[in-house]
């Protein structure tokens, strides 16, 4: 695990399939520590998140459980994940606790609705560091440029596009991948950039 940003720490598995890293994040908070969407963390990594402490696991989306139970098991913190992609977190064997919703806040974070890829799919705006975060609405891929997944994983392309394009509304210079490289400056450019991509 690395702190990539002061508070803000990181640890990856790669995914072969893909040909590059998932990530976890885990935000040390005064309010209480943020674990999102937790990759396997292997021992060493699970240690230390528990010595952290962690108030609130966050997922992104239905197919971003991942390590969560491990990590809810480990600190006894609430997972937590929009109602929309609750009942299939739950297929996957996700322990759920609790729901998120779109404008509402958890610490610092706020709950921002990016569906597309799946109906409950959200990213997270800490508008005070000027920092987003995401889980498949857009990929770190390839290393300092923005990605989507392929459209046949999408339940909705061109719902997703609009998706990406209103988090150009909002003001960040960090771009935090559940899947990918992060970009830890000029990353709205790099976003917008993307969306110069899309069909008018």
Not at 30 to 59: S, Y
Request: hydrophobic share 40%; with cysteine; proline share 6%.
């Amino acid at each position: 695990m690395q702190e990539i940003l002061p508070g803000i720490h990181m640890w990856s598995w790669f995914s072969e399939p893909h040909g590059y890293n998932f990530n976890g994040y885990l935000i040390r908070d005064g309010g209480g520590n943020l674990c999102i969407d937790p990759v396997e963390p292997g021992e060493e990594n699970l240690a230390a998140i528990g010595r952290a402490g962690v108030a609130g696991i966050i997922l992104t989306n239905r197919n971003h459980s991942r390590a969560a139970n491990a990590v809810r098991a480990r600190t006894h913190a609430k997972t937590l994940i929009h109602r929309d992609d609750a009942v299939h977190a739950r297929g996957q064997g996700a322990e759920i606790d609790g729901e998120l919703r779109a404008g509402a806040k958890i610490g610092p974070l706020a709950v921002v609705a990016a569906r597309g890829k799946s109906p409950g799919e959200v990213a997270l705006h800490w508008p005070d560091r000027r920092i987003l975060i995401v889980g498949d609405v857009v990929v770190g891929n390839p290393p300092g440029r923005c990605g989507l997944l392929r459209e046949k994983v999408m339940d909705d392309p061109a719902e997703l596009r609009r998706s990406v394009r209103n988090l150009l509304e909002l003001e960040f210079d960090v771009l935090l991948f559940g899947d990918g490289t992060p970009i830890l400056a000029g990353a709205r450019t790099r976003l917008a950039e993307l969306v110069e991509t899309f069909p008018h």
